[in-house]
């Protein structure tokens, strides 16, 4: 596995990945809006998850499937405004 986008990534390293600023602010904003949320729904107990759960795994691949299938700008170009 090492595609993205149905690309297979060529090149690889074994440096430990380091992320760049912009990814560490993303990713703290990601986290801030989650815990937003998180409060805002009255903080739930999440449920204990089957990580074999092959529902789980038919849901991922769906997923996937859909967002390769969305990313093909043959089929689906970018809007041009």
Known sequence: MGAHHGRITRRYS???YVPRVQERVLE???QTCLQE???R???PTLPEVDKNDP???SVAGLITLADWI???EHFFPP???
Do not use: K, Y
């Open 37 to 39: 949320m998180w409060e």
């Open 41 to 43: 729904c009255g903080r």
């Open 28 to 30: 703290q904003e990601r």
């Open 70 to 72: 969305g990313s093909d």
């Open 79 to 81: 809007d041009t405004v």
């Open 14 to 16: 074994s440096a430990p």
């Open 55 to 57: 529902v789980l795994w």
